[in-house]
């Protein structure tokens, strides 16, 4: 049994769910030569979503699409733009979709409140139950008419 | 009165019925075309072309975002590849739209313009003309994200529409139809 179980722990620990974020960069020379600004560029990166392939970041995507935000945020980067600057000039052309974590506004209320909804979903129906076993009244016990006839469908 | 046990059955039943018709609305809208679970939206509906200088594919003059600030007519802005397959599915109904007269303005998006000129040689040029976009830059000023795509620009050059896949027989006459009379 143990040699199973440790097995399954090497497997689950092996699995993509705990490796670290694998970059696309397939071309060194994508990369900015100052560290820094490198890894800002890489955290914008992470945070905008590759329109091709959708549910992956533009820094983990090989599509070209994604090759050429990547190229565009180091220049803005260079350029000195904020964080700020470069996620909404991509929102002015691709809109909030193109952000891999939505801003919190009217049409993504659902989305975010869905949580909340569904603990005070869960809440109130635990609460019902709970207050209807408390308010619940005992049953009388069986008549000596009931009994008979009890013992007349279960007898002999 | 209505009590506990019919609001306890009634409930999940509501919920299937009401998930249900949400699902089969969206079915329907996918046959029909209106609805892209895919579908990047486009935030520069509503909005003017952004501003570009592109060179020519071939001989003659470019396209410059400033003729299409205020073109008189509606136009049509297709973006297209000779390396992109649903761009030959749509070449026919492209070439039967410049057949009703209708102005079609051509970006060859990230292509070689040998390549793109033989695209047009082989499957027809619908295009009143045509600029090459080598780097892909003014197609990402457009929000585009593959190709083809089609942007519907009325008189006073606000794009009005955009189209993102091939624009097929039921896309034009449906929708396109529809601006034409609208912008006309």
Redesign the interface.
């Known amino acids: 049994m143990k040699p199973v179980l440790l097995a399954l722990l090497a497997w689950l620990l092996a699995s993509p769910v705990w490796a670290p974020v694998a970059h696309a960069v397939d071309d060194p020379s994508e990369m900015l030569a100052n560290p820094v600004l490198e890894r800002r560029a890489e955290q914008i990166g992470d945070r905008l979503r590759c329109l091709v392939c959708q549910n992956e970041s533009i820094e983990q995507s090989s599509a070209g699409l994604a090759r050429d935000l990547r190229h565009i945020v180091r220049q803005k980067v260079t350029a000195g733009w904020t964080d700020r600057q470069v996620v909404a000039w991509m929102v002015a052309r691709y809109g909030t979709f193109v952000e891999l974590r939505p801003p919190f506004e009217a049409q993504t209320l659902l989305l975010w409140g869905a949580p909340v909804l569904a603990l005070a979903t869960g809440a109130a129906v635990v609460g019902i139950g709970w207050r209807a076993r408390a308010t619940a009244v005992p049953l009388p016990p069986l008549s000596d008419t009931e009994r008979a006839r009890l013992d007349r469908l279960t007898g002999p | 009165m209505i009590g506990r046990r019919q609001v306890l059955l009634g409930l999940p039943l509501a919920v299937a019925v009401g998930g249900g018709g949400i699902s089969y609305v969206m079915l329907q809208r996918m046959e029909r075309g209106t609805y892209d679970p895919?579908g990047?939206?486009?935030?520069?509906v509503g909005k003017p072309v952004p501003h570009f200088a592109l060179p020519p594919l071939g001989a003659g003059p470019g396209l410059a975002s400033a003729e299409l600030h205020h073109p008189g007519r509606p136009v049509l802005v297709n973006f297209f590849a000779s390396w992109c397959v649903p761009c030959v599915q749509e070449a026919p109904e492209l070439m039967a739209l410049h057949d009703r007269a209708v102005p079609i303005y051509g970006i060859a998006y990230?292509d070689q313009p040998d390549a793109a000129l033989g695209f047009l040689e082989r499957h027809g040029n619908p295009y009143l003309r045509v600029a090459t976009d080598l780097?892909?830059?003014t197609a990402?000023?457009?929000?585009l994200?593959?190709v083809p795509e089609t942007y519907f620009i009325d008189r006073g050059g606000i794009i009005r529409w955009r189209w993102a896949g091939a624009l097929t027989p039921d896309v034009a006459h449906d929708q396109l139809a529809a601006l034409m009379r609208t912008y006309a």
């Open positions: 895919h990047v939206p486009n935030p520069l990230k780097p892909g830059r990402i000023d457009f929000g994200y593959g």
